[in-house]
């Protein structure tokens, strides 16, 4: 638990909740927290939640301060949807997401028949999309709890509600200008953790949801990111990974604006705090002054995933984007000559309506040029409500599919290429798991983002060692601790 200004005790039920937040928000963890005694008193245990993530890791941050909400409220986490309280956090971003939800939803149903008790809530970008929601209200009556994207802080409020009314409970917002600070919030990992810098995406490229499910651009007040960081830092939190659709803008729209980069060099100074990445980098707004912050730290990791999308700058202006080929690949000259070590990863989506030959080519072209150290390879997917959706050019599936294989595999083949130039070096690891096939080995991470699999126990997570990378395996390496 992270926010020890929260405190449901002092709360006096029998006046009404406040209109403020998080105030109002910590009367109705109160409220809820009577109904879990309740629970336990007549059940001899307490009730039980599980949350699953489908999104990025903004939608992975939502879910920690979900999570820190059911846990004030006297809920205790469980393994799998056996629990009392299941919560599916959604994302929409390509159709495939969208499909493993409502296949989960569906075996929900014999879960609850078994468990008439048990509470079933849906959230995330989903939900923000009118059709899917006609669809739960007239398809899935037995969820319980529908919220969006912009008040997810208000979960406390709509299970009190849900609690006491019974009936399908529906609450999404439209858009928001509110950001609600200081509420609890449950890590998954005790020695890293994300940080929303900002919500929202103003970019709007042609293929993406994103802005109409997150709504507009806010960035979060540099003091609470700070105050936030400090506090990670305090209770044993060394690396910190700063959240954003789109980084670099951050700060331009504050009453007192900030550069992202300065943003950084505020963070750098927070001891404690051992390493800073930072996700996503739009390239059309990354600045000099980035660079040289970047170059000059200590702390800031030798990564960038900078999104290229494709390599065709027809297509780049179709998709809005805002960057040619050629300013992009000057871009990453610029980064590479400020710092040779950096490594480079990327998203690339195939098949974008209209899709040509020679603009696959061009995409293949970008990526022997890079050479990304690691690559995310996307389908073009049909978003309802985005520009690019209403095109009549839409690729034939089997030719996207074959430029898929292409370029997956030269991704790859060079991906495996670049991981392997490091075999032999000695270099830092941060623990962050005993390995999951192989209960002798420890997994953790290097700057540049490389997994490292090397003997070692628990107790070794969350802490830095000096690892001989001494075998490639392709994406990752075997090694051995040096000291
Ligand atoms: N804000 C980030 C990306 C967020 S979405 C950025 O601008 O880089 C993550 C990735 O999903 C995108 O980079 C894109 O490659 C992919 N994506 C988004 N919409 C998509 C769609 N309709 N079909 C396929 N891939 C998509
Ligand atoms: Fe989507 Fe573009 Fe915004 Fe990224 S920058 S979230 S791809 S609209
Ligand atoms: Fe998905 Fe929403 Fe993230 S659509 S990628 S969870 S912002």
Redesign the pocket.
């Given at each position: 638990m992270s926010m020890k200004d929260i405190d449901i005790d002092s709360v006096n039920l029998k006046m009404e909740p406040l209109k403020s937040e998080p105030e109002r928000q910590t009367w109705f963890m109160a409220k809820c927290r009577q109904y879990t005694e309740d629970f336990e008193r007549k059940k001899g245990r307490r009730p039980t939640f599980f949350i699953q993530t489908f999104g990025?890791q903004m939608n992975a941050k939502d879910s920690e301060k979900l999570a820190g909400i059911l846990i004030q409220i006297g809920y205790v986490e469980a393994e799998d949807e056996s629990a009392d309280f299941v919560l599916y956090n959604t994302c929409t971003?390509?159709e495939n997401a969208n499909l493993r939800v409502y296949g989960r939803l569906g075996q929900l149903k014999h879960k609850k028949k078994k468990n008439p008790d048990m509470l079933i809530t849906l959230c995330g970008c989903m939900m923000q999309e009118q059709a899917v929601l006609e669809k739960i209200k007239t398809s899935y009556r037995h969820v319980d709890i529908v919220f969006g994207t912009h008040n997810v802080f208000k979960l406390a409020e709509l299970l009190a509600t849900r609690l006491e009314s019974g009936g399908q409970i529906i609450d999404i917002w439209e858009g928001t200008e509110k950001i609600v600070e200081n509420l609890p919030s449950q890590r998954k990992h005790s020695f890293k953790a994300g940080v929303n810098i900002m919500y929202g995406?103003n970019?709007f490229?042609s293929?993406?949801?994103?802005p109409y499910v997150r709504g507009r651009e806010r960035s979060r007040d540099p003091k609470d990111i700070l105050m936030e960081c400090e506090r990670l830092a305090s209770e044993g939190v060394v690396e910190i990974m700063l959240l954003g659709?789109?980084v670099n803008s951050y700060g331009k729209n504050l009453e007192n604006p900030i550069t992202f980069a300065r943003l950084l060099r505020e963070v750098e100074k927070v001891e404690g705090i051992k390493r800073i990445r930072f996700m996503?980098s739009?390239p059309k707004d990354l600045s000099d002054e980035l660079i040289e912050v970047m170059r000059d730290s200590k702390k800031i990791c030798r990564h960038l995933h900078l999104?290229v999308?494709s390599g065709s700058s027809r297509l780049l202006k179709d998709m809005n984007r805002r960057y040619t080929k050629e300013q992009y690949l000057a871009l990453v000259d610029k980064l590479r000559q400020a710092m040779p070590d950096i490594s480079l990863t990327t998203?690339?989506?195939v098949g974008y309506p209209g899709e040509t030959r020679e603009d696959h080519e061009e995409t293949m072209d970008v990526v022997r040029q890079v050479r990304y150290d690691s690559a995310?390879t996307?389908?073009?997917?049909?978003?309802s409500g985005?520009p690019a959706a209403g095109r009549s050019d839409q690729v034939p599936e089997a030719v996207v599919k074959e430029r898929f294989d292409a370029l997956l595999a030269l991704v790859q083949e060079i991906a495996m290429e670049r991981t392997s130039i490091h075999e032999g070096k000695t270099m830092e690891v941060l623990v962050e798991e005993v390995n999951a096939q192989d209960n002798t080995l420890v997994t953790g991470r290097l700057s540049n983002n490389i997994l490292v699999h090397f003997p070692g126990e628990a107790s070794m997570i969350g802490k830095f060692y000096d690892v001989k990378l001494k075998e490639c395996k392709g994406f990752y390496y075997y090694g051995e601790a040096v000291k």
């Amino acid at each position: 638990m992270s926010m020890k200004d929260i405190d449901i005790d002092s709360v006096n039920l029998k006046m009404e909740p406040l209109k403020s937040e998080p105030e109002r928000q910590t009367w109705f963890m109160a409220k809820c927290r009577q109904y879990t005694e309740d629970f336990e008193r007549k059940k001899g245990r307490r009730p039980t939640f599980f949350i699953q993530t489908f999104g990025c890791q903004m939608n992975a941050k939502d879910s920690e301060k979900l999570a820190g909400i059911l846990i004030q409220i006297g809920y205790v986490e469980a393994e799998d949807e056996s629990a009392d309280f299941v919560l599916y956090n959604t994302c929409t971003v390509r159709e495939n997401a969208n499909l493993r939800v409502y296949g989960r939803l569906g075996q929900l149903k014999h879960k609850k028949k078994k468990n008439p008790d048990m509470l079933i809530t849906l959230c995330g970008c989903m939900m923000q999309e009118q059709a899917v929601l006609e669809k739960i209200k007239t398809s899935y009556r037995h969820v319980d709890i529908v919220f969006g994207t912009h008040n997810v802080f208000k979960l406390a409020e709509l299970l009190a509600t849900r609690l006491e009314s019974g009936g399908q409970i529906i609450d999404i917002w439209e858009g928001t200008e509110k950001i609600v600070e200081n509420l609890p919030s449950q890590r998954k990992h005790s020695f890293k953790a994300g940080v929303n810098i900002m919500y929202g995406c103003n970019n709007f490229c042609s293929y993406c949801i994103v802005p109409y499910v997150r709504g507009r651009e806010r960035s979060r007040d540099p003091k609470d990111i700070l105050m936030e960081c400090e506090r990670l830092a305090s209770e044993g939190v060394v690396e910190i990974m700063l959240l954003g659709q789109n980084v670099n803008s951050y700060g331009k729209n504050l009453e007192n604006p900030i550069t992202f980069a300065r943003l950084l060099r505020e963070v750098e100074k927070v001891e404690g705090i051992k390493r800073i990445r930072f996700m996503t980098s739009h390239p059309k707004d990354l600045s000099d002054e980035l660079i040289e912050v970047m170059r000059d730290s200590k702390k800031i990791c030798r990564h960038l995933h900078l999104p290229v999308q494709s390599g065709s700058s027809r297509l780049l202006k179709d998709m809005n984007r805002r960057y040619t080929k050629e300013q992009y690949l000057a871009l990453v000259d610029k980064l590479r000559q400020a710092m040779p070590d950096i490594s480079l990863t990327t998203d690339i989506i195939v098949g974008y309506p209209g899709e040509t030959r020679e603009d696959h080519e061009e995409t293949m072209d970008v990526v022997r040029q890079v050479r990304y150290d690691s690559a995310f390879t996307f389908i073009y997917s049909k978003r309802s409500g985005t520009p690019a959706a209403g095109r009549s050019d839409q690729v034939p599936e089997a030719v996207v599919k074959e430029r898929f294989d292409a370029l997956l595999a030269l991704v790859q083949e060079i991906a495996m290429e670049r991981t392997s130039i490091h075999e032999g070096k000695t270099m830092e690891v941060l623990v962050e798991e005993v390995n999951a096939q192989d209960n002798t080995l420890v997994t953790g991470r290097l700057s540049n983002n490389i997994l490292v699999h090397f003997p070692g126990e628990a107790s070794m997570i969350g802490k830095f060692y000096d690892v001989k990378l001494k075998e490639c395996k392709g994406f990752y390496y075997y090694g051995e601790a040096v000291k």
